[in-house]
C-alpha cells in the first residue's frame, strides 16, 4: 500500500470508530468530538476504560497491536457492564463491531470505579499470557531475536547448531511491513507448514536509528533476497517464491564488500579496491580439498561394492572437518573424498600416515559457470570471480545492455516491486527500456552489500545471487547463548552441548570465552526462588 492508500485507511478507522463510541465517549463524561480526533481519541478512551495512556503507543505497533485491539474493546464494553463471556465472544468476534450495539441500541450507564481485576483465574490467566505474548513480540521486533545457525556456509567461524541472539538495534530496527501476522513467528505456522501472515496490506519501509553502521567483515542476519530457496545451489533457484521483505527467509553471512566498493575474487581470496581484504582473527575461512586415504574416516553410506564407511584415526573433531562426501575407488582400493577443511587443518592431515595424498580446489576460470551472478558470465568461478561494483546509495551508474545484468533485480525487484512501484527492464537491439522509456543511466535509492561465507566452497552466498539491499538488514549477531553439536556420533544431550561455546560473544579477538557461569547463576536463582515461593510460611 502507498502512502496515501494508507492515509485513506487510516481516515476510514477514525470514522468508523467515531460512528461506534461517540455515544459511550458522552455516556463517560466526555466530549463527542473527542471520539472523532486522531491519537486523541485514543488517549481519552485509555481513561475511559481505566487503562495507562502508554497502551496507546502499543495500538500503532504492528502485529502487537492485533493483540491490543480485543482487549481495548473489550474493556470498552465492560466499562458500560457488558462483561459476560457472550459479550466478549461477540466483541472480539465481530472485530469490535459489537461497540456500535452498546452505542445506540442501549442506554447501558458508564461504570466509572469498576474493577479491573479478572473474576475468575481463567480471565487471569489470558491476561497473562496476552501481556506475556506482547512484551516478547517486542523485544523480538525491536530488541533481540534468537537465531539458529542453519548451514555450515561459516564454518569453523559460527557452528552449525549454534543458537544466537542477533542484536535489532545495533543497525536500527526494521519496523514490521507486514501488518497481519502470527506474534513471534517468522513467515510459517509450526507442523502445518503454511503461511503465519496476510501478505496484504503491507507497511511502507522504515528503520529506527541505529547506534552503529554496518562495518566491513560485521557478520550479518539478513532477508533472503531471493526469498524462499527450496534447493540450495549456486545460482539454481527452483522453489522461489515471492514474498513480503520482512518474511523472506533470514539467513547470517559475512559483510565483506561496502557500498561503492569494488570487489574481486582471485585465488579464493575476496580483494577490495585491489587490495585483499584482511579479516578478522577469529574468521576461519574454509576451503574444499581432494583427501586421499587408505581407509576412510567418517560412516557414510555403503558404496556399490557394498563396503560401509567406518571411523578411523582421522577424527572427525581432530581435524575440525566438515561436509565431507567421498567413494571408494574399486581398482585401488583407496579412498577418494570431498572434505572442506581451514588452511590449518591441512597442515595436520597432511603428515597422517593414513593420508595418501591431500590438495586443495582450486576452480579456475576455464570453469567458469552461468551458475554465478549476474549469471551472463562463463569465465567467473568461485575462486576467481568479478570484478564487481557494490551500489551505493545516490551514485550513478551508466545502463548499457552489458551492465544491465548487474542491475536488473535492483531496479525491477529491491526497488521496483518491494517499493510499491511496478517495474519491467527490456532490452531492445543497443538500448535498455524501463517500463518501455530509453534508459541511459541510474541512480540507485539505498546502499548495497556484498556478503559471502567463511566456507568458501560451500557457501551459496552473493556470488550466486548478488547484492543485498540495506532494507534487507535484519541485525547484527552478538551472543552464543548456546550451541548443540549435530555429529550422529555423538550420543546424549549433554555430551553433545559444545559447553566451551555456551554464553560466547560472536564479535572480537582471540579464542571466544565463554561466559557460561553466568547461565549457571540465572538457573539457580531461578530454582532458589520457585522453591522459595512452595516453602510454606512458618508462624
Known sequence: MTITQWLLFFVVIQVIHFLGTW????????????????????????????????????????????????????????????????DTALVVLTCGLYLFYINYATDAPYIKDRSLQPKSSNGEWVSSIIFAVVAATIVHTYFMQPFVIPSSSLEKTLLVGDYLLVSKFHYGA?????????????????????KSYLSKP??????????????????????????????????????????????????????????????????????INGVQNELPDRTRLQYSYTLITKTPFITGPKDKNGYQYTPTDLAFSRYEISDISGIRDSNS???????????????????????????KNIFEKENGSRDLFPHNNNDWTVDYYGSIYIPEKGKT???????????????EVYEGYEMGEERTIDVSGTQVLLNGNPITEYTFKQDYYWLMGDNRHNSQDARAWGYVPYNHVVGKPVFVWFSMDNNPHKTGFFSRIRWDRVFTTVSGTGK??????????LVGLFVASFFKKKKPATK
Open 333 to 359: 582400493g583407496v579412498y577418494y573424498q570431498t572434505v572442506h577443511m581451514t588452511d590449518e587443518s591441512y597442515k595436520k592431515i597432511k603428515n597422517n600416515t593414513n593420508v595418501i595424498k591431500v590438495e
Open 202 to 271: 503491507q507497511l511502507p519501509y522504515f528503520r529506527l536509528p541505529g547506534f552503529q553502521k554496518i562495518k566491513r567483515n560485521d557478520i550479518v542476519v539478513f532477508s533472503w533476497p531471493v526469498d524462499t530457496l527450496v534447493d540450495i545451489r549456486p545460482g539454481f533457484m527452483r522453489g522461489s517464491v515471492r514474498k513480503p521483505v520482512d518474511k523472506k527467509s533470514n539467513y547470517v553471512k559475512r559483510c565483506v564488500g561496502m557500498p561503492g566498493d569494488s570487489l574481486e575474487v582471485r585465488n579464493g581470496y575476496v580483494y
Open 512 to 521: 571466544p570465552t565463554s561466559f557460561k557461569w553466568v547461565l549457571f547463576i
Open 174 to 194: 526494521r519496523t514490521p511491513m507486514t501488518t497481519i501476522g502470527t506474534p513471534m513467528l517468522h513467515d510459517s505456522l509450526p507442523k502445518i507448514h503454511t
Open 397 to 411: 551508474v551508466v545502463i548499457t545492455p552489458e551492465s544491465i545484468p548487474f542491475y536488473k533485480r535492483i531496479i
Open 23 to 86: 455515544k459511550l465517549y458522552v455516556r463517560a463524561g466526555r466530549k463527542a468530538w473527542e471520539s472523532a480526533v486522531p491519537v486523541y481519541n485514543a488517549v481519552v478512551l485509555m481513561k475511559i476504560i481505566n487503562r495507562p495512556w502508554w497502551w496507546v503507543f502499543l495500538l500503532f505497533i504492528p502485529i502487537v497491536n492485533l493483540l491490543m485491539f480485543p482487549v481495548v474493546w473489550t474493556e470498552t464494553a465492560r466499562s458500560f457492564g457488558f462483561n459476560t463471556y457472550k
